[in-house]
Structures are given as C-alpha cells and as structure tokens.
C-alpha cells in the first residue's frame, strides 16, 4: 500500500496479527468490530501487538494511517530521451513545460506496478504513488516509473489500521487520447488496468452536510496554547462572523453544524486570509481542514473565480495535496461541502481509481483540485492541468511530503504555501521553511507533536488480563483476539477461521506458525496479510515459496519485490518447514503414509508468554 492503508508511519518491524472465526472471509468485518464480547459462538482473531507482545482481546479500529515514507518532489524536470513521447497511446504530454512538474517521461517496462531507478514501488497509475514526490524514475524495470517523477514513497503499509496507502501494485492504466485504450508498450504483456470507478457521490443536501456532533471536549479547545512565531501576525478571530465569509459560505458552515471555529481555525483563517505563508501544527482532529479551506474558498469568492466550466486544459486556483487517497478523498467531501452553491467546483484525483473517469471529471471543470502526489503529477504531465493560475498550494499532512527536495519550476510559481500536520519534527520544519516565504508563520496549537489527549491510550496487559482474554477468545465469548506474535505458536484454539497479519512478522517460520492457527486438523482456513513493501521487502522471496509449494496464488507484484531492483534480497528461498542446515546430512522424505516424519527445526525461538 504504498498508499496510509495509510498508515502512520510505522517504523517497527514487527507484527500484529489477529485470528477470526468468521467463516465468510470478510476480514474487515472482523477488523473493525471494536466490540470483541458479541458473545458469538465461534473463536476469532487474535492480534498481536508487537510492542507489547501481548494479546488484546477486541481489535479497536486503528484510525487513519499515514504514509510511511515520505515522498519526493524532485527532479521532474530533467527529463530524459523519453520524455513527451507519445508511447502511451499517443497522448502527447504538453504539461511538461507548464508551470513545473514537467515529468521525466520515461516509461520503463513494466509489469503490474512502477518500479523507479531508486527501487521504490510506483503503486499509482501510470507510475505515479501516493507519497512520491519524488523524482524518478527512468522506469527501470518496472514500469512507467518515469512518468511524473513520482516514486512510491510511502504510504505503504504501516501501523495505524486502516491506513491508507495500500499497496496496489496492480493498478496500472494507460490512458491514452483515443479514448483510455489499455496498451502495454512493453511488450511484455498485458498490464492489469484500473478500471474502477468510485460510486457517485450522493447530491442531497442531508448527505453532504451530515456531520458528528462535537464532543464534550469541544470547549477545552479554548484554553488550549496557541503560539505564532512569525513577523505581523494578524490578529486571531474569534466567532466565525469576523471571519468575513461570504453567504454562502456563513450558510455551509452552519449547516455543517459548525458553531464556533477551533484555534486552529481561529488564527489560521485570518493567516490564510492575510495572505500570509502558513506552517501549522495542531492536533489531530481539531479541524485543520476548514481552517485552509474555508479562506480559500472566500477568498476565490471576493476575487470573482471564474465558474467552472468544460475545458480539455483546466487551471485550478487551489491544488491540495494530501499523502493517502483515502485522506484527500475526505478533504475533497469538505471542500465540495464548504463550496456547495458556489461556482467554485472542486475535483479529487487519486490513485487506484480510473484515470480516465477522473480525467473526464477534471475537464469539467476545476477551481481546486485535490490529489494525492502522483495522480496529481500525472495529470498535470498529461497536460490536462495548468499551474499558470495557481494561487494556493496545501500539503495536508505535510510532514510527510517534505523530506524531497521540491521542483524548481515550482517554486518560482508566486504561490500561498500552507502546510498543516499534527506533527513537524524539527528537520522536516527545516525543509519546510525552505518551500515558504521568509516571512512564513508558524502556528502551533497544544504541544507541537503532541498526541490528542482526549485518546485515552493504555500499553500494556497484566498476565491475568491476558488469561481472561485468552479464556474469552478459547470459549467463543469473545470472537476476536488481537495478540502479539506471543501468540503466534501452539494455540490450539478450534474453529479458529481466520489469520490477520496485520504487521507481517519478521521472518518466515513466525508466519508459518501464526496462520497455522487456522486451518487445523483438516478445517480449512484462511490468512489475509498486509504486505508492507518497505519493511516486509525480505520476506517476499519465502512467502512465494511458501505460497507456491501450498499451490496459492502468488500475485504478480510480490514477485516483483521479490525478484527484481534494489531491496529485493532477501533469505534464499527455502522449503517450508526447515531444512537440515547440516552439510552433507541424508534426507529421507516421508510423504502422507502416515509414518514419523522429521521434526521441523525452526529458526526461531518459541516465543514466551512471560
Ligand atoms: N469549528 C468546528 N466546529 C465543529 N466541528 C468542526 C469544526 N471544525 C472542524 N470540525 C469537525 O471536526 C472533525 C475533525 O476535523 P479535521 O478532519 O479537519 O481535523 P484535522 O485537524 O485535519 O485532523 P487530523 O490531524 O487527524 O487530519 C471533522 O469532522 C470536522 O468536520
């Protein structure tokens, strides 16, 4: 998932895993049940909490994740011999030259996803990745690496549940001028093509404007500190009315439900307004979106925006991007919620989804676009977007999209920069400031980094904690166990049905042992696992001889990692089981006759409840 299943970024290396007995395979539905008494019959899931190596009964949903690696944005502009060919279909690339972004153009060959030079996955369409940024790829072997300059960066994988990246490796598409015909020049075959296009969104006003309503700690976000480093900052606002928006904009607000801004809200709209450089650090949750939405939109109001209208070439005035398709999807829902009534029409590309559909979209009509990096670069190559009118760039989630070094082209664009995160560790504030104005303000709303505290957050389980969430999982009062790979050996649980490995674990033999939960005893069962391409790389080579020797399907792409470019190395492949390490030992094979069979030496130690 180079794509926060996004994730945050994980940067352990271990696994977590949970046992489902649910029989019809539908592991989210296991995933995200919270409530682990259902007092449903069967045994389900065990996860394992790799810090703590210690089973939790009940899987809480992880939240949204994050992209693990951080992106890039260099070097678009160097494009090489390949550049602004008309390989994919003949569609000539015009957007190399507009305003920055020009992609490096050179499509290797590829299979299922883009591999670039520097080894990463491309796991958008056409090459391009969520987390990229950054430069790439003369499409080494895998593929259109080069178009767009994106590499996979992050948003693999990675710890946080449902996060977003996902790896997709699959999700290739040529979209050509004649009509999204699919064709691979590679000549290797068939590229797998995204076809998928997302249900219509619903158009009713009850739909769009449904909201939660604020909880009971809405209010302590007034004595929260609020700190603004920075030359003039204007003055905060403190009701919405002094925000100066416009009817329409008054009227959305309140619709969403929204009585006063947050502190985010509060400094960061006058910020933007004032057309000022913003860094802005404010805790997770606290309506960080509406704070660079909500002046963007007025200001595009005051200024008289241009309604949208259908045009093969648009000029957004706004481009937000976000590192996860499933994130920049949500600040599209609130940036169409916000411009509901208005002209200005906001459009969202992403990867996964048909290029061609989101093109159709784009062309027409677009104020701002919202994208994750490489649908975004993508477009913009293909020619189907301009920066000439661009007056605002955001990086949501900005962090994690700023260790690259930016495009020049970019930069000399006279754009409003404004990047907002929850989190800004001291070097990436450095690559940050590189991007904005002088006179940039920083705004920090809380502690910088600092975790929600309205999360009420425990580590760690006491031996008869874990007992009870053992006896509860055994005796089918609790239907899903998340454990640590603690877990992973000799429980003999039955009707056990289903393995999430949430983290894959480190080596092979810990991986036999977890899925080996289920399945016993001539029960079937079935093991789901994330593949996180940035860490679980090593493990590619033994899971396809582990997957191939039990006759599963081994999917193209962890072929791919497996066998080709930098980090596919890993243990040689070897049987499953064990083999004797001892040189020159005789083997005798015993084969379903019933007769003893060898023990299987694992590698690893058995894992301790202690
Ligand atoms: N002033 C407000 N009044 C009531 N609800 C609000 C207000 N501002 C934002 N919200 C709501 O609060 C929720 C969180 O907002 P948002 O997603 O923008 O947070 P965030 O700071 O971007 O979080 P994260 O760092 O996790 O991305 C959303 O449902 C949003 O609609």
Redesign the pocket.
Known sequence: MGDEWEEETTTTTSSTSFFSSQSNGDSKKDFWNSDGDSGRGKHAAVKYNVHTQLPISGVGRGG?GRGGRRGGFKSFNDGDENANTDEDGGWNKTGGDRGGFRGRGGRGRGRGFGRTENGDFNDDNDGGSENGFRGGGRGGRGGRGGRGGFSSGGERGGRGGFGGGGYRGNDEETFSSEGGEKKDDSGEGEKPRVTYIPPSLPEDEDTIFS??E?GIN?DKYDDIIVEVSGTNPPQAILTFEEAGLCESLKKNVSK???????P??KHGIPIISAGRDLMAC?Q???????AFLLPILQQLMADGVAASQFSELQEPEAIVVAPTRELINQIYL?ARKFAYGTCVRPVVVYGGVSTGYQIRDLCRGCNILCGTPGRLLDVINRGKVGLTKLRYFVLDEADRMLDMGFEPDMRRLDRQTLM?S?TYPEDIQKLAADFLKTDYLFLAVGIVGGACTDVHRSLDREQRERELALAHFRSGKCPVLVATSVAARGLDIPDVQHVVNFDLPNNIDEYVHRIGRTGRCGNVGRAVSFFDPDNDGQLARSLISILSKAQQEVPSWLEEKAFSGPGSAGPAVRGFGATDSRKGTQTTSFQNNGSSQPAAQSAAEEEDWG
């Open positions: 949204r909201h939660y604020s809405f969403s439900g929204y009585v006063k801004p947050t985010v809200q404010a997770t949750g606290s309506g960080k979106t509406a609130e907002f929850a």
